[in-house]
């Protein structure tokens, strides 16, 4: 009865590979978010979408692109991996129109 | 000046101690404001939201000083299980926006 919940938990690649992680929620919230946390523990948004529409676009690479194919599910996919990329990703899912957000376990990305 | 501001800490208090901690924004504008916790590895959680006559949650309480644009959060009796990291939000006029403090950590020696 997980309410939001990311695939994979760990995922460590190579750089210039392209990789997905993928986030369902099952509350029924119709906004959802990803967020990127650095090492140094900055939770910054990217990316948010209300009912598979994307609304919030923050300064994240065009390798970033999520894909949102029904309100429950958000997925992340990443081009050509950097170094830099190296970081835990955070999804979310907020009621229409609330701010209150419930987060996912986080998928910790390492980049080699 | 930064959108949101909070001191990193870390906090080192006493089992038992009152703690208190605020964050600072810089758009005065700005319209709603939450406390999260965050432990070591784990993701953020929901602690509080802040309303403007300040609230009480047990052992927790969140006040909003608008004249001064900060926010802040009291923990009283502390407990070694509220060791963790204390992210303020604040939600700009626009609405669409969160953003996130960097967060205060917290430690409650035994």
């Known amino acids: 009865d997980t309410a939001v919940s990311q695939t994979p938990k760990y995922l460590v690649t190579q750089m210039g590979n392209d990789k997905s992680i993928k986030c369902e929620q099952n509350l029924g919230h119709d906004t959802m978010y990803w967020y990127k946390q650095d090492s140094k523990k900055f939770l910054k948004i990217m990316f948010s979408?209300?009912?598979?529409?994307?609304?919030i676009n923050e300064t994240v690479p065009n390798r970033f692109s999520p894909k949102s194919p029904d309100k429950a599910h958000l997925n992340l996919h990443i081009n050509s991996l950097e170094l830099g990329d190296s970081a835990v990703y955070f999804c979310?899912?907020?009621?229409?129109?609330?701010?209150?957000?419930?987060f996912g376990p986080g998928t910790r990305l390492t980049v080699t | 000046r930064k959108e949101v501001e909070q001191d990193p800490g870390p906090f080192n208090v006493p089992e038992g101690a009152t703690v208190a901690f605020n964050c600072t924004y810089s758009?005065?504008?700005?319209?709603?404001f939450f406390w999260y916790r965050q432990d070591c590895r784990k993701e953020p959680k929901l602690l509080m939201s802040v309303y403007s006559s300040g609230n009480e949650d047990g052992r927790f309480t969140a006040q909003l000083n608008r004249a001064s644009q900060y926010i802040s959060l009291l923990i009283r009796d502390s407990k070694l299980s509220d060791s963790a990291t204390y992210l303020c939000v604040v939600i700009p006029p626009w609405g669409d926006k969160i953003i996130f403090g960097k967060g205060t950590r917290l430690h409650i020696l035994p």
């Open positions: 758009n005065s504008a700005s319209q709603s």
């Open positions: 979408y209300n009912n598979k529409e994307l609304i």
């Open positions: 979310a899912s907020s009621r229409r129109g609330g701010h209150e957000q419930y």
